[in-house]
C-alpha cells in the first residue's frame, strides 16, 4: 500500500478515541492545518468552501430580516472595553492586546476584538439620534480573538471566523423580539442546511454572555454525547447604552437609552457537522452546504477504454454544471482510492461511470450516508441528482435526530444524573429551581453545566422538586458535558 493510500484509509476509530478521529478527519479532508500561530488554524479551501456556503444561506436568512452588513475595526481601545465592567470582567483572561505600533509604545493598549459590542455601541451613540434613526440592525463578517489556553481546530481557537449582528431598538420589548428572531434564524438554518437537529432556549444566569440582560442560544448533542453550544442571540438591555450613552430622542421628546442585541455564529459550526454527521470513514456532509455534491469517477481499464469514458464524462459535467455542485475526479490514482478519498471528505453522491456503464446509457450513483446503490439513465440524471441530493439532506437530520432521542435521558435522582453523566453522557432534562450557587456545585462534582432551559417546557408549568436543592423546582433544564 502506498503512503498516500494510507493516508486516506488510516483515521481512529470514532468508538476508541472520539478526539483523535476528529482531529484527524479535519486535517486529512483537508478542512484545516495547524498555523504557526500557537492556537490559530489555516482553513484550507476545501474547508473555506464549507463555510462560504454557509456564510450565504445565513447572509441570505439576515437580509430578509433587514439586516446589513457592516464592517468596523479590529482594534479596540482599552477605554472602550472599561465602559461596561461586566463586559470586560468576563473577557480579561482571553484579551490580546497590542501596546507599540511603528517601534512606539502607544498612549493607550488596543485590544484585538473578542467582540465588537463595545466599538460598535461608541458608533451607535453618534449614528442615533432619534426614535426615526431606529430601528439600527447590522451585521458584520469577520475574525475575532480570544486567547484561549486549550485549543481545537474549529471548536475552539484563539482566532476564528463568524458573524456578528448588534441591532439597536427604541424599547427592550423590541430587543426581546429581534433577539428571539434571530435564534430562531439559526435554528432553521441548523435544521434545514446542516441538517442539524437543535434545542432552542434560554441560558442560564451562570452561562449567559457578559454584560447580557439575556442569553439564548442552540444547542446540538455530538457523536461522542458532549454538547456543543452552535449559537447564541443575547439581550442586551440597557447595559451598553448606558456604558457608551446611546441615546435617542423619543416622540414624547424624552431622551431615552436604546435597548440592543447582539447574536453570533461562527466556523465552530463546522466543527459541529463533522461531529453530528462524521463516521468511520470520515467525513458526511449535507448536500445543502457541501462544496461539491457530486463527484464523478471514470472507471478504465483497458486505455482504449478510457476516451469513451471521458467523453461521457464530460457530457454530464456539462449536464450538470449550473444544477449541482459538481466534481470530476480525473487523477491517474485508482478508482480504489478515489472511493476512499471522497469517502473522506464527505462528498454526499459519488457517480460511477465505465465503459459498461457507457454503452448502456446508464450511471451508477453511490450515497455517502449508507453507501448504497442506484443505477440511473443518463437521461433521468439531471432529474434524479437534485431528488437523491434531498434524500439524503433529510436522512442526516433524522439520522442525527434519532441519535438525540436516544441520548437524551430523564431523571429525579442526583445520584443516577452523575452516573448518567460520567458513563452515558447525552443530554441529561432534569427539574431545576434556578441556582447560581447549585449550578455551580453540578459542574464542580460532574463537570456537567446547563446547556439550555428549553422554551418547551410543560404545560401548566414544572410539577416537583428541584433534583440538587429539593426545592420547588421552576423549570426543566438540559445539563450535558459540552465543547
Not at 434 to 459: H, L
Request: aromatic share 10%; net charge negative; hydrophobic share 40%.
Amino acid at each position: 500500500m502506498s503512503e498516500k493510500e494510507k493516508f486516506v484509509e488510516d483515521i481512529a476509530d470514532q468508538e476508541d478515541d472520539f478526539s483523535a478521529w476528529y482531529n484527524q478527519v479535519v486535517r486529512k479532508a483537508e478542512l484545516a492545518d495547524y498555523a504557526p500561530v500557537r492556537g490559530c488554524m489555516i482553513i484550507r479551501p476545501y474547508g473555506y468552501a464549507l463555510w462560504e456556503n454557509m456564510q450565504a444561506r445565513l447572509d441570505q436568512r439576515f437580509k430578509e430580516t433587514d439586516v446589513m452588513n457592516a464592517y468596523f475595526p479590529l482594534l479596540i481601545p482599552r477605554s472602550f472595553l472599561e465602559k461596561e465592567a461586566e463586559h470586560v470582567e468576563g473577557f480579561a483572561p482571553e484579551l490580546a492586546w497590542v501596546t507599540r505600533g511603528g517601534g512606539e509604545e502607544l498612549e493607550e493598549p488596543l485590544a484585538i476584538r473578542p467582540t465588537s459590542e463595545t466599538i460598535i455601541g461608541h458608533s451607535y451613540a453618534k449614528w442615533i439620534q432619534s426614535y426615526r434613526d431606529l430601528p439600527l440592525l447590522i451585521n458584520q463578517w469577520n475574525n475575532v480573538m480570544r486567547w484561549e489556553k486549550r485549543t481545537t481546530l474549529f471548536l475552539r481557537t484563539a482566532e476564528f471566523l463568524w458573524q456578528e449582528g448588534h441591532t439597536a431598538h427604541r424599547t427592550l420589548e423590541e430587543a426581546e423580539e429581534r433577539t428571539l428572531m434571530m435564534l430562531e434564524v439559526y435554528r432553521d438554518f441548523a435544521e434545514n442546511e446542516a441538517a442539524i437537529p437543535v434545542i432552542a432556549g434560554r441560558k442560564s444566569e451562570n452561562e449567559k454572555f457578559a454584560g447580557a440582560l439575556r442569553t439564548y442560544s442552540i444547542e446540538a448533542l455530538m457523536g461522542d454525547g458532549k454538547a456543543l453550544q452552535s449559537a447564541t442571540s443575547h439581550n442586551l438591555g440597557h447595559n451598553f447604552a448606558k456604558g457608551f450613552d446611546v441615546q435617542f430622542l423619543d416622540s414624547d421628546g424624552e431622551r431615552k437609552y436604546c435597548a440592543t442585541t447582539s447574536w453570533g455564529l461562527s466556523t465552530r459550526m463546522i466543527g459541529g457537522i463533522i461531529m453530528v454527521h462524521g463516521d468511520k470513514s470520515g467525513l458526511i456532509l449535507p448536500p445543502r452546504l457541501a462544496p461539491y455534491q457530486v463527484v464523478i469517477v471514470p472507471i478504465w481499464r483497458k486505455d482504449q477504454d478510457r476516451s469513451t469514458v471521458f467523453e461521457a464524462v464530460e457530457r454530464l459535467r456539462k449536464m450538470l454544471k449550473g444544477k449541482v455542485r459538481v466534481k470530476v475526479d480525473d487523477s491517474d490514482n485508482t478508482p480504489g482510492w478515489k472511493f476512499n478519498e471522497w469517502e473522506m471528505r464527505g462528498v454526499p453522491v459519488r457517480l460511477e461511470i465505465g465503459p459498461r456503464d457507457v454503452q448502456n446509457n446508464n450511471v451508477v450513483l453511490v450515497n455517502r450516508m449508507d453507501r448504497s446503490k442506484e443505477v440511473v439513465s443518463i437521461d433521468a440524471l439531471e432529474a434524479r441528482l437534485p431528488e437523491k441530493l434531498e434524500e439524503i439532506q433529510k436522512a442526516l437530520f433524522q439520522r442525527a435526530l434519532d441519535y438525540r432521542e436516544q441520548n437524551t435521558h430523564y431523571t429525579e435522582d442526583y445520584e443516577e444524573f452523575k452516573q448518567i453523566i460520567a458513563e452515558k453522557r447525552g443530554f441529561v432534562r432534569v427539574k431545576w429551581a434556578e441556582d447560581s450557587a447549585a449550578e455551580q456545585a453540578v459542574k464542580e462534582e460532574t463537570k456537567a453545566t446547563i446547556r439550555v432551559i428549553p422554551f418547551d417546557q410543560p404545560e401548566g408549568g414544572v410539577q416537583g422538586k428541584c433534583i440538587y436543592t429539593g426545592k420547588p423546582a421552576t423549570c426543566e433544564a438540559i445539563f450535558a458535558r459540552a465543547y
